[in-house]
Every structure is written in structure tokens, then in C-alpha cells.
């Protein structure tokens, strides 16, 4: 099982929105309703920001939101702020009934 | 509150053994599928295996480098996961999470270091 597929970095502006991009195939991303979102500041252990596609776990900022398109997942946080930068991870159940994880994006806010 | 914490790290040479246990508090972890993560330094996250919960038959997968070496099996009595690692490769070295959940990852612990090295 390859992993999925995400862009090594992406940056923005305080205030402004990005998106991140999370692709797969139509065995994993684009067959099931199984992707989640992952934060990670350095050193520290990831927080479960996103499940089944869209939904938020309580305590989870409404700035971050989850959608899924074919094969491509994506990640759209709003209102930049400088402690949303991080490391953001996908991943997606698999046809093989294992586990995926996307490579990674680093987020730099300017 | 939710607690799970990992121990058993170490240094070990190749082809070597280790067992990571991790200890879980704050729900119910008879019910609960338990999963492995690791990160290797400076890289990205890597799901390693999962064990589900008694009721629904406590089966295990695990990603393709690590089957047939790891194995991952749970005590509820005592409320932990364990992963019994062998023939350790040099590649296997990485920080190891243990995380609840089945689709996805909702809480972690707060890692354990597996350097393999001769």
C-alpha cells in the first residue's frame, strides 16, 4: 500500500485560508468515507483534527474543515493564525482493511 | 481523562527483539481497537498495526514492512496494548505512538524511541 499522496508544504498569511491536498486511489481515499486529519507541531504527539472526511472531534477549532472529492482529500483551514503551523498528516482506511498515512505538509504562516 | 503511555524503548542491535507495552486509562479499553504508529527521525508518520477489540474477534492487521515480524496482542486486565518487534532492522528505528481507534486515530500517547543499531 503506497502512501497517499500530499504536497511537501504549503504556506499563507495570517488570516487568509489554505488547503491541503490528500490523494489516493479509488481503493483508499476515494472508496470509503474513512479519511481523517492529523496536526503536528515539532516534538510533540499528532492531534486528531478531522474524521470521516468532514466531521470535527469536540474542541476542535471550526476553522478546520475536511471534504473529499474522487480520489483527492482535502483540508481547508480558515483565519490563518500562527499557531496553526504544523506538520498535517492524512490518512485513509484501504481496501486491504490496513491503514494509510499521507507523507505530510508542512503549513508556514508568514 | 484519557492517558495512554508507551514504554519499553531502547536500544537494540539488528536482528534483535523488543516489546513496547502500552498502558491505557480514562475509557473503557475492553472496547476499544488500539493501533501502533511510529515516526522515524525527521519523517513522516507510518501506521504499523492495529488489534481490535475482544467482542469483535480481537484480530490484528499490520502494514506490509512489518508483517510476519511484529505482533501486536492486548491484555484488558491490565488495560494494555502491547507490539513484540523481531528481527529489527535498521529502518525500524522511529518514536512508537500507540493510539485508539479503528478508521482513524482519536487520542495518543506520547511515543516511546526504538533505535535499532549495531
Known amino acids: 500500500q503506497s502512501a497517499l499522496t500530499q504536497p511537501a508544504s504549503v504556506s499563507g498569511s495570517p488570516g487568509q485560508s489554505i488547503t491541503i491536498s490528500c490523494t489516493g486511489t479509488?481503493?483508499?481515499?476515494?472508496?470509503?468515507?474513512?479519511v481523517s486529519w492529523y496536526q503536528q507541531h515539532p516534538g510533540k504527539a499528532p492531534k486528531f483534527m478531522i474524521y470521516?472526511?468532514?466531521n470535527r472531534p469536540s474542541g476542535v477549532s471550526d476553522r478546520f474543515s475536511g471534504s473529499k472529492s474522487g480520489n483527492t482529500a482535502s483540508l481547508t483551514i480558515s483565519g490563518l493564525q500562527a499557531e496553526d503551523e504544523a506538520d498535517y498528516y492524512c490518512?485513509?482506511?484501504?481496501?486491504?482493511?490496513?491503514?494509510?498515512f499521507g507523507g505530510g505538509t508542512k503549513l508556514t504562516v508568514l | 481523562e484519557v492517558q495512554m503511555v508507551e514504554s519499553g524503548g531502547g536500544l537494540v542491535k539488528p536482528g534483535g527483539s523488543l516489546r513496547l507495552s502500552c498502558a491505557a486509562s480514562?475509557?473503557?479499553?475492553?472496547?476499544?481497537?488500539m493501533n501502533w504508529v511510529r515516526q522515524a527521525p525527521g519523517k513522516g508518520l507510518e501506521w504499523v498495526g492495529r488489534?481490535?477489540?475482544?467482542?469483535?474477534?480481537?484480530?490484528?492487521d499490520y502494514a506490509a514492512p512489518v508483517k510476519g515480524r511484529f505482533t501486536i496482542s492486548r491484555d484488558d486486565s491490565k488495560n494494555t496494548v502491547y507490539l513484540q518487534m523481531n528481527s529489527l532492522k535498521i529502518e525500524d528505528t522511529a518514536v512508537y505512538y500507540c493510539?485508539?481507534?479503528?478508521?482513524?486515530?482519536?487520542?495518543w500517547g506520547q511515543g516511546t524511541l526504538v533505535t535499532v543499531s549495531s
Open positions: 493510539s485508539t481507534g479503528g478508521f482513524f486515530f482519536d487520542y
Open positions: 480514562g475509557f473503557t479499553f475492553s472496547n476499544a481497537w
Open positions: 488489534i481490535k477489540s475482544k467482542p469483535v474477534g480481537g484480530t490484528t
Open positions: 479509488s481503493s483508499d481515499v476515494g472508496g470509503y468515507n474513512y
Open positions: 470521516d472526511v468532514s
Open positions: 490518512v485513509s482506511y484501504t481496501s486491504s482493511t490496513t491503514l494509510v
